[in-house]
């Protein structure tokens, strides 16, 4: 038993309070924004408010990172939309189930550990577009049912009670954490409603949530390797996206909670919730920042509090709706609002002037990806893709050449700094091969020959010197470089006890 319990986290010390609390919470505010996304793919609501439930249960079971929140969200329905327009709801089912598949795999095959590759500016970058991205989303919440905006006492009021939610938000948590300060503060602007009968736009004017338990549906009638064929596209970047916004998400709710999760085995849960989503009428989804940030700032730290919130979820669906539909968007507009302030890096702000250039191109690039064109996924790429071009030009300027010559008239090239595809050309200007003397050492001591093209630049220059008549001898290099120079034996002096011993990397390797 104590295996089991081991297995799935369940030994950590709990706060049910916290936990239940919080886990209510969090379930409110899953409503519009379920809703929301379902409407964006072109799906019915409730096909985002199961998604939500299965995603939300599975991953708060097995997922990797306790307290985080799992749902359905808008950088998959993104990718749905023009596979809805196209060919209809029943290929939305099969492309979920097959992205899950996707993410099972690289889970199994240990593929999380590439997020070690994100540097920090990406990061940054990505928090601080997504925080822009959710406080431009509430905009649209000033928009009345009939699609105009919002005048005269319905804004006024509306942003009235979006202040006073943000007011209590902030101010509580100086008074007194007995409650997560955003679920008082949605309490207290639904009384004010109520008692004061406020006319003022709610969660029901999004749509009805009123549903049934998720009906299982395997979309039998459509798979065949043409449909497969047809999805494949669509689940890879659904898998992709899902993958690299989770496993970011993850590494935020470390930072803030100084732990560390598992992001293998939070994929192949997502993977396993996106499965069984298909399979149970969802859309699908991923993590969901917003969503575990509000469950992390209001204590929750073990897996209690996401199974809570799913379950309080499907309740909704199924026996509460006609309450939370008069839950007013304005508290749960204000709340996200927080969200987004404090989701926001605005350290990353100040340290503007200390951080290098390239360092601040990144993470504004990013940023304005992700605000812009609110593709996680994209932005993240883009920002690992420039910060490695920008990491090769750095280092392909730092290679080096001390140039001496001994009292027997030999000259000695001691390089210093990386030997790689990037640097290979300063490495060539760095010889003078007509006016060396006769005999020439190269010394790699301090340096390090990283790729095959650094080894093909050490054989051009053994060769030029070897049709100029003169003698090269290389020091210093790695066993695996000298069986991948073509003249080892003729030109290097080995020395056990200084040579290192790194490899180069190859297709071999």
């Known amino acids: 038993m104590k295996e089991y319990l081991k297995l799935f986290d369940f030994q950590q010390k709990v706060n049910y309070k916290n936990e239940i609390l919080s886990g209510l919470t969090v379930a409110m505010a899953l409503v519009p924004e379920a809703v929301a996304f379902a409407l964006i793919a072109g799906v019915p609501p409730l096909t985002g408010l199961y998604a939500a439930f299965v995603m939300g249960l599975v991953t708060a079971i097995l997922g990797g990172r306790p307290g985080m929140i799992s749902g359905a969200t808008g950088a998959v329905a993104v990718v749905l939309v023009s596979l809805v327009k196209d060919y209809g709801l029943e290929y939305v089912y099969l492309a979920v189930i097959l992205a899950g598949i996707l993410q099972m795999t690289a889970g199994f095959l240990r593929l999380g550990k590439l997020m070690r590759l994100v540097p920090h500016p990406v990061i940054f970058g990505f928090v601080n577009g997504l925080a822009i991205i959710i406080f431009s989303s509430q905009i649209a919440q000033f928009k009345m049912a009939d699609g105009n905006w919002m005048t005269g006492n319905n804004l006024g009021i509306f942003s009235a009670l979006i202040v006073l939610t943000m007011f209590i938000i902030w101010g509580l948590p100086k008074i007194s954490k007995v409650i997560p300060s955003s679920l008082v503060a949605i309490l207290v602007v639904f009384g004010i409603v109520t008692v004061f009968d406020l006319d003022t736009k709610t969660v029901g004017d999004l749509a009805s949530i009123k549903g049934t338990f998720p009906p299982f549906h395997l979309p039998i009638d459509i798979i065949n390797w043409e449909s497969i064929y047809t999805v494949l596209p669509y689940s890879a970047i659904i898998a992709g996206v899902g993958l690299i916004e989770s496993l970011l998400t993850l590494n935020i709710v470390d930072e803030i909670t100084e732990t560390r999760g598992r992001g293998n085995k939070e994929a192949i849960a997502q993977g396993l919730a996106n499965i069984l989503s298909g399979l149970f009428s969802g859309m699908g989804g991923c993590a969901m920042i917003g969503q575990s940030l509000i469950n992390i700032s209001n204590g929750a730290r073990a897996r209690l509090s996401g199974i809570v919130a799913s379950l309080m979820f499907l309740f909704f669906i199924m026996f509460g709706s006609s309450l ?160 991948l120079l073509s003249n080892a034996d003729e030109l290097i002096d080995v020395n056990v006890l200084e040579d290192p011993t790194y490899k180069v990397m190859t297709d071999k390797i």
Request: contains cysteine; hydrophobic residues 50%.
């Open 324 to 483: 939370i539909e008069s839950v007013p968007m304005a508290a749960l507009t204000g709340l996200m609002i927080m969200v987004a302030l404090g989701t926001f890096e605005w350290a990353s702000i100040r340290t503007f002037k200390r951080m290098p250039k390239s360092d601040v191109i990144v993470m504004v690039l990013v940023t304005l990806v992700t605000a812009v064109l609110h593709n996680l996924a994209l932005a993240v790429l883009v920002g690992v893709i420039i910060s490695a071009l920008l990491f090769a030009w750095d280092n392909a300027k730092r290679i080096r050449a001390r140039k001496t010559v001994d009292e027997k008239g030999i000259k000695h090239y001691e390089i210093y700094g990386p030997l790689f595809f990037g640097s290979v050309t300063a490495f060539y200007e760095k010889f003078d091969i007509q006016k060396d003397p006769q005999e020439v050492i190269i010394d790699f001591l301090e340096s390090r020959i990283v790729d095959m093209s650094a080894i093909e630049a050490v054989n051009k220059i053994t060769e030029k010197y070897k049709k100029a008549g003169k003698t090269v001898h290389l020091k210093h290099l790695s066993p695996d470089c000298r069986n």
